[in-house]
């Protein structure tokens, strides 16, 4: 059988009425469906249409929403107790408790109680939808349609292929989500679909460096927004809670049957057993609401003779496009054999994923640091680096002066391999790369899902054609040296890419 395209005015169920369940209510009301919202706790539906009517009275008050739109879009909103109700819609979304045998139950009622023709979804950000397919009459009718919170705001849906799932019902959830106002990526049915599984290393990278004691919250958070993301990890981990972060990120890993890749970390798990759950509770890596992550100082801008940019490769040239841009005369040595940045006699290269020992110890060079990938953007200018045991104090000092007045904050970290941004990026791009090669998604969608439903501020795949993909193998295989273990191995297409390039 095939489903018929959802028309404009066709009625839409809801079923859970709790943060995500009266987004999606508000969503489809404001674009013209009538819809029915159930809960089974009492009420709970007729309190998600009064915090509704309030969200759309300030959007009418910001002037975002005109008065008559308000009024016809609560008066569409129906708060129902039964599945009976949803016998004249022609989508039934569920936003109910994360839990499979709930889901599943849900789902073989909800057959008995719709038309034929009537297509369910489910917004679960975690359980197989293929698993919550089983048991039902018709599952190839059930996809998932994972919006992202807030749902009114953000743009991003995974619409979700289970095992059974007919084509014709993903390209109607997705022309639906277009229709929405909405962004649709497809992707197939596997642990953390797109949006949480590409984001694990973004969390997992900062809880190492965190364990190994390199850097503090606050150092790795200012080299991360450096690069464009609006809050560093630590800042985010504390907005989603650690609590629900951690429960994400243990699904994965035992949906993966431990894959290493995906391991939790005892940093968090120290931060949950002590009840720091991050800003609902006031306190997490930080204290308070919101977080306190010190602002980065503002520099002098003085181009200073002893700085220059080594080396002519798109990183290289991404950094002199920075100094260009803040009007500093840089010089450049681009006959160097490698790149990164010239502070006197001090060498400070571009991180390979080697610490600055190693690379000291394998050139014989004392006098050398490695200094993190500079992607910078506008929206800050921290930087890691390490030096090298054997470089003198003095050099060091030179070091953080000297970059400090060509306009970019010196973090300095304890001398750990990949540094936060090269280890970060890279596996992040290894990661969209493996759900790429399983068959997860394709590149765009990995780019857009995660610029859409985490706001990055490039795609793993853009990232990728700036780096090039022997980079970001040659650092992601020192990792995997530095460390061992399954966590840094190199996705198969990343390989072929850099055969191919
Ligand atoms: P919530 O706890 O705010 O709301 C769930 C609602 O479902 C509650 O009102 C509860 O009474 C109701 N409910 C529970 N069992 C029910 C049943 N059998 N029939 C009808 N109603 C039932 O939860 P939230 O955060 O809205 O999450 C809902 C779903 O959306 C979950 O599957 C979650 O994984 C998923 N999700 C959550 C996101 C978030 O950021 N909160 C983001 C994306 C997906």
């Not at 489910?122 to 992202?148: D, E, K």
């Not at 009840?275 to 200073?304: D, I, N, Q």
């Not at 020992?357 to 014989?364: M, N």
Request: with cysteine.
């Amino acid at each position: 059988m095939r489903f018929p395209p959802i028309e404009k005015t066709a009625v839409i169920g809801v079923i859970g009425a709790g943060t995500m369940g009266a987004g999606i209510a508000q969503l489809a009301a404001m674009h013209g469906h009538p819809v029915r919202l159930m809960d089974t706790n009492q009420g709970a539906a007729a309190a998600a249409i009064t915090r509704i009517e309030k969200a759309l009275t300030t959007l009418v008050e910001k002037g975002r929403l005109k008065e008559e739109d308000r009024i016809a879009s609560i008066a569409r909103l129906q708060p129902v107790d039964k599945l009976d109700a949803m016998a004249d819609a022609s989508l039934v979304i569920e936003a109910i408790v994360e839990n499979l045998q709930i889901k599943q139950q849900l789902m073989r009622s909800l057959e008995q109680h719709v038309q034929p023709a009537a297509i369910l979804a489910t917004n679960t950000s975690s359980i197989s939808v293929t698993a919550i397919a089983n048991g039902m009459q018709h599952p190839g009718r059930l996809a998932g349609m994972h919006f992202f919170n807030p749902v009114p705001l953000m743009k991003l849906v995974e619409v979700i292929a289970g095992a059974e799932t007919q084509a014709d019902v993903l390209d109607t959830l997705a022309a639906l989500s277009e229709r929405w106002g909405k962004t649709a990526v497809r992707a197939a049915s596997t642990p953390g679909f797109i949006v949480n599984r590409i984001a694990r290393p973004f969390y997992a990278e900062t809880l190492q460096l965190l364990q190994e004691q390199a850097a503090t919250p606050a150092q790795i958070d200012r080299a991360m927004r450096s690069i464009g993301f609006r809050m560093g990890p630590c800042e985010v981990m504390d907005l989603i809670g650690h609590d629900v972060n951690y429960a994400v990120t243990t699904s994965v890993f035992e949906a993966n049957y431990g894959d290493r890749r995906y391991q939790p970390s005892l940093v968090q798990k120290a931060l949950l057993d002590g009840g720091r759950l991050g800003r609902k509770v006031g306190k997490g890596f930080y204290e308070g609401t919101p977080s306190a992550v010190p602002e980065p100082a503002a520099l002098p801008l003085v181009a200073p003779a002893r700085v220059a940019v080594a080396g002519n490769d798109a990183i290289s040239t991404h950094l002199a496009d920075f100094f260009i841009q803040r009007g500093l005369r840089i010089d450049y040595q681009l006959e160097a054999s490698w790149s990164g940045v010239v502070i006197g006699d001090v060498q400070l290269r571009f991180s390979d994923g080697r610490c600055a020992a190693q690379l000291s110890h394998e050139l014989g060079i004392d006098s050398l640091g490695v200094i993190d990938w500079p992607l910078l953007s506008e929206s800050g200018n921290a930087i890691a680096v390490s030096c090298a045991p054997r470089m003198s104090e003095a050099s060091r000092q030179q070091v953080g002066a000297a970059l400090n007045q060509a306009g970019l904050e010196a973090v300095i970290l304890r001398d750990v391999p990949g540094l936060v941004v090269a280890r970060t990026v890279a596996m992040l791009i290894n990661e969209a790369c493996d759900a790429v090669w399983q068959g997860v998604c394709t590149e765009p969608a990995a780019d857009l899902a995660m610029k859409l439903g985490v706001n990055y501020p490039a795609g793993p795949f853009e990232w990728l054609q700036l780096l090039g993909p022997q980079r970001v193998i040659v650092t992601l295989d020192h990792l995997f040296q530095a460390y061992r273990g399954e966590r840094y191995r190199v996705s198969p297409l990343l390989r072929q890419m850099a055969w191919v390039a």
